[in-house]
């Protein structure tokens, strides 16, 4: 579920690829009226039919066999694949849930991102997050609701509670900043609450997940370097920043935003004005660093569920 523009409505957003190739075995149905193989009566559209043999491009047709047995050739374009067909009928139209207006549910919201972290520049964005709270009748329906609401163009994407929730007791890393971002611009009192027991989010979890994350990326990174010489500048400094951060929270108990004294190097890695080799050996000791902070810190091995639980709990019944 995507939120376009700053429209209210909600409408949804199926990625596919056009030029996959179907397997044998997948059940279809016509969009195109189409005549049978060796002739005979063209099948009309809504037939339902199987593949059973796939093209070797998705230039090229497929044949399909229909439940008597009949056979015909179809172009991509002509079918759809059963299942897709059935779940985009029982899907609401994309102003079903105009009614909700979804953005005026927005319980909590803050900025995050460059401006946060005290590494803007003239012509940085104003990243605004936050948690939305929707009307309890929309979780009773079939529709359900939507994991996120996302405006591209105006910088900004809600997380349903439970979502937000969820991805802050697995120590994500953009979610808990934005539980410890200076910069709130929205707090309704169940945002509140949250905001006072943003440590039951913080676990030994922060090592694991940010230490995950950056080892996996500076490896794509350097891959990258090798292989085009092209080295991603503001992603290795936002890489460097997630340590800093990880560090300062297993060691302090709390999620440290702004950069404070490691702004001007940060900045000058964005700008390419650090050698590569430099980078990697601070990300190195920075490791190093973590890796010892992970040895002596007091926080607990797991976040505390039950709180988060009940938290939660309140703010569905506080929507009946």
């Known amino acids: 579920m995507r939120l376009h523009g700053r429209s209210r409505s909600v409408s949804k957003r199926i990625s596919y690829n056009p030029n996959m190739i179907l397997p044998a075995g997948t059940q279809i149905v016509t969009r195109a009226a189409v005549s049978p193989i060796g002739g005979g009566d063209a099948r009309a559209i809504g037939g339902v039919a199987e593949i059973v043999a796939a093209p070797t491009d998705h230039t090229h047709a497929y044949r399909v066999r229909f439940a008597d047995g009949v ?6 374009a002509q079918f759809g694949v059963l299942k897709q067909v059935q779940r985009d009928r029982i899907w ?12 005026q549910c927005v319980v909590f919201r803050c900025v995050v991102g460059s401006r946060a972290y005290g590494l803007d520049v003239d012509d940085s964005d104003v990243d605004r997050r936050g948690v939305y709270l929707p009307p309890a009748e929309m979780h009773w329906s ?22 937000f929730l969820t991805l802050a007791l697995k120590a994500n890393p953009n979610v808990l900043e934005c539980l410890y ?10 945002a509140e609450e949250m905001l006072a027991m943003r440590d039951a989010f913080l676990s030994k979890l922060v090592y694991q997940t940010y230490n995950g994350y950056v080892l996996s990326q500076f490896k794509k990174l350097t891959a990258r370097v090798k292989n085009q010489g092209d080295i991603k500048w503001k992603h290795a400094m936002h890489l460097i920043r997630l340590l800093l ?6 060691r302090t108990g709390a999620v440290p935003v702004a950069v404070g004294e490691h702004r001007e190097r940060l ?4 700008r390419g ?22 040895e002596t810190t007091q926080l607990p091995e797991r976040p505390d569920y039950e709180r988060a639980n009940k938290l939660l709990i309140r703010a569905r019944r506080s929507q009946v």
């Open 92 to 103: 609401p139209a994309d102003n079903v849930m105009d009614e909700y207006a979804l953005m």
């Open 181 to 190: 971002t200076p910069l709130v611009e929205t707090a309704a009192p169940i």
């Open 273 to 294: 004005d650090v050698a590569w080799e430099e980078i990697n050996a601070w990300r190195l000791a920075l490791h190093s660093a973590f890796d010892a902070a992970f």
């Open 71 to 76: 056979e015909a050739m179809m172009r991509r």
């Open 245 to 250: 951060a990880g560090i300062e929270t297993l």
């Open 267 to 270: 900045l000058a890695v964005r």
């Open 142 to 163: 079939l529709y359900g609701v939507p994991e996120q609401l996302e405006n591209d163009e105006a910088q900004e994407c809600y997380w349903e509670l439970q979502k």
